[in-house]
């Protein structure tokens, strides 16, 4: 972040000390129509100027002949707005899938995701060494922001998990995230328990970290609200704080079998009240509707033909089978806690982002999750989130805002303005009319970098090969 500004104040000071009248800059996007997804406003005619990393100015286009620069695009009254942020995706897998996954990073471009999450995996060290040369420009893909390693309890649902099995054992785990120099904290409900989940809340938030995740179904979702979480990742805990039999089935049967009399006593006025408190204590969902609804249909579609999955390693299409394999049990156990899952993240969402939730828009695609494929799933979940009754522009808000809002990054992106990071995306069609419009990406700009068509069509060529 630093980096960027200060490149900004190079430039102004490279021009006030030189004699050109005119203010150089590295890139110029001619005619470009601005979104502004705060506001939905559109301006057209615009001229972007771009430096290093940085967008240097965002005028009219009567300002042409003030700037002189080495490029210039025109961009023909297309729709220019910033990257996406896809707020829940992993890199995973083990040692192993290391190639698959760092083949993967430019699909992530080339579908317009120019910022990821990482919620946690097992290849840490690959991955913050990618997070590095991407930021280098020595590797194509978008920005990462990483929890690194999940913190779970004593056995651990995910491999690669730090192990926490008492409040003792919490700061040396938040050293060893220290020493990774992660981004936040992410929280899985392997093993852990309540009373270590709610403690991780603490300590971490005294170490200035945000903590997300999981919940142990022991726990009280509103009181690691007031303890100070930053997220929660899917809608079970929010969910299970809706329900006036809460505690009642905590007490009994504390585990996800409490799903589905949870969901049928779901409570819209006490809903009204938990979302009253999310959006005070600004707590960040990602609902994850796509994924959703992939897990629950995934017995009853035919996914051969998707175009995303000819761009899988082998290794990690072998990692889907664990799900499938889950869907078939729980059919066969007559279960459909999935499909009814699905059916009431549909129906909160709306009344969520209504009463003010700040909701990511997040796809939880990487390895062992089947059929949900990095980049264009971040698609479907934005088209998901229109399908609940967002507008487009809602939606977009809880990638592009959102999820720079999360880090407390607003000053650094979410718009298309002087000063701010140049991660921009220039769409043939207006995605304010039509979510499906983000298919259709004329280019991308990653940190000044630019990727034309083409360069975006060679990129994914080349994953496959
Ligand atoms: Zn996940």
């Given at each position: 972040m630093k980096k960027a500004l200060f490149a900004t104040l190079c430039s102004i000071f490279l021009c006030t000390s030189c004699n050109s009248e005119k203010e150089p800059a590295d890139i110029l996007i001619l005619n470009a129509t601005v979104?502004?997804?705060?506001?939905?406003e559109e301006t057209p005619g615009r001229l972007i100027a771009i430096s290093g990393d940085t967008i240097r100015a965002v005028e009219?286009?009567?300002?042409?002949?003030q700037f002189e620069a080495a490029r210039f695009i025109d961009a023909q009254n297309a729709f220019v707005m910033p990257g996406l942020w896809d707020m829940h995706v992993h890199f995973r897998g083990g040692d192993t899938l290391i190639q698959e996954n760092k083949n993967l990073l430019p699909l992530f471009l080339a579908y317009g995701v120019t910022t990821v999450r990482d919620a946690g995996g097992d290849i840490t060290p690959s991955l913050l060494e990618w997070r590095k040369e991407i930021k280098n420009r020595q590797l194509n893909g978008p920005a990462i922001f990483t929890s690194g390693p999940k913190l779970d309890g004593?056995?651990?649902?995910?491999?690669g998990s730090i192990e926490v099995a008492?409040?003792?054992d919490i700061p040396a785990a938040l050293d060893s995230l220290d020493r990774l120099d992660v981004d936040f904290v992410k929280v899985y409900d392997?093993?852990?328990?309540e009373d270590v989940f709610y403690g991780i809340i603490t300590a971490a938030e005294e170490r200035g970290y945000k903590t997300t995740g999981h919940m142990p179904m022991t726990a009280d979702f509103m009181k690691a609200v007031d303890l100070g979480l930053a997220g929660s990742e899917h809608l079970y805990y929010v969910l299970k704080a809706c329900s006036p039999k809460a505690d009642s089935l905590t007490q009994v049967n504390p585990t996800y079998g409490m799903m589905n009399e949870i969901i049928d006593s779901y409570d819209p006025d006490l809903a009204q009240r938990v979302y009253a408190k999310l959006k005070e204590k600004k707590v960040y969902i990602t609902p994850t509707l796509h994924i959703g609804k992939t897990l629950a249909e995934m017995l009853d579609?035919?996914?051969?033909?998707?175009?995303?999955?000819?761009?899988?390693?082998s290794g990690i299409k072998e990692t889907y089978r664990g799900r499938i394999e889950g869907a078939k049990r729980a059919r066969a156990a007559g279960s459909t806690m999935r499909e009814k899952m699905g059916q009431i993240s549909d129906e909160m969402t709306k009344p969520m982002f209504d009463a003010g939730v700040p909701l990511l828009a997040g796809s939880d695609c990487g390895a062992f999750n089947s059929y949900v494929y990095p980049g264009g799933s971040l698609q479907n979940e934005l088209e998901r989130l229109v399908a609940t009754g967002l507008t487009p522009t809602e939606a977009l808000k809880t990638s592009v805002v959102n999820g720079p809002a999360f880090f407390e990054l607003e000053e650094y992106y979410g718009s298309i303005e002087s000063g701010k990071v140049a991660d921009i995306l220039i769409l043939e069609k207006n995605p304010f009319q039509d979510i499906e419009h983000l298919r259709e990406v004329k280019a991308i700009m990653a940190k000044g970098q630019l990727f034309e068509k083409s360069d975006l069509q060679e990129m994914m060529q080349a994953v496959k090969e």
């Amino acid at each position: 972040m630093k980096k960027a500004l200060f490149a900004t104040l190079c430039s102004i000071f490279l021009c006030t000390s030189c004699n050109s009248e005119k203010e150089p800059a590295d890139i110029l996007i001619l005619n470009a129509t601005v979104l502004d997804v705060e506001t939905g406003e559109e301006t057209p005619g615009r001229l972007i100027a771009i430096s290093g990393d940085t967008i240097r100015a965002v005028e009219s286009m009567d300002s042409e002949d003030q700037f002189e620069a080495a490029r210039f695009i025109d961009a023909q009254n297309a729709f220019v707005m910033p990257g996406l942020w896809d707020m829940h995706v992993h890199f995973r897998g083990g040692d192993t899938l290391i190639q698959e996954n760092k083949n993967l990073l430019p699909l992530f471009l080339a579908y317009g995701v120019t910022t990821v999450r990482d919620a946690g995996g097992d290849i840490t060290p690959s991955l913050l060494e990618w997070r590095k040369e991407i930021k280098n420009r020595q590797l194509n893909g978008p920005a990462i922001f990483t929890s690194g390693p999940k913190l779970d309890g004593p056995s651990p649902a995910w491999p690669g998990s730090i192990e926490v099995a008492t409040r003792e054992d919490i700061p040396a785990a938040l050293d060893s995230l220290d020493r990774l120099d992660v981004d936040f904290v992410k929280v899985y409900d392997g093993s852990l328990s309540e009373d270590v989940f709610y403690g991780i809340i603490t300590a971490a938030e005294e170490r200035g970290y945000k903590t997300t995740g999981h919940m142990p179904m022991t726990a009280d979702f509103m009181k690691a609200v007031d303890l100070g979480l930053a997220g929660s990742e899917h809608l079970y805990y929010v969910l299970k704080a809706c329900s006036p039999k809460a505690d009642s089935l905590t007490q009994v049967n504390p585990t996800y079998g409490m799903m589905n009399e949870i969901i049928d006593s779901y409570d819209p006025d006490l809903a009204q009240r938990v979302y009253a408190k999310l959006k005070e204590k600004k707590v960040y969902i990602t609902p994850t509707l796509h994924i959703g609804k992939t897990l629950a249909e995934m017995l009853d579609v035919d996914h051969s033909r998707d175009t995303l999955l000819t761009y899988m390693g082998s290794g990690i299409k072998e990692t889907y089978r664990g799900r499938i394999e889950g869907a078939k049990r729980a059919r066969a156990a007559g279960s459909t806690m999935r499909e009814k899952m699905g059916q009431i993240s549909d129906e909160m969402t709306k009344p969520m982002f209504d009463a003010g939730v700040p909701l990511l828009a997040g796809s939880d695609c990487g390895a062992f999750n089947s059929y949900v494929y990095p980049g264009g799933s971040l698609q479907n979940e934005l088209e998901r989130l229109v399908a609940t009754g967002l507008t487009p522009t809602e939606a977009l808000k809880t990638s592009v805002v959102n999820g720079p809002a999360f880090f407390e990054l607003e000053e650094y992106y979410g718009s298309i303005e002087s000063g701010k990071v140049a991660d921009i995306l220039i769409l043939e069609k207006n995605p304010f009319q039509d979510i499906e419009h983000l298919r259709e990406v004329k280019a991308i700009m990653a940190k000044g970098q630019l990727f034309e068509k083409s360069d975006l069509q060679e990129m994914m060529q080349a994953v496959k090969e």
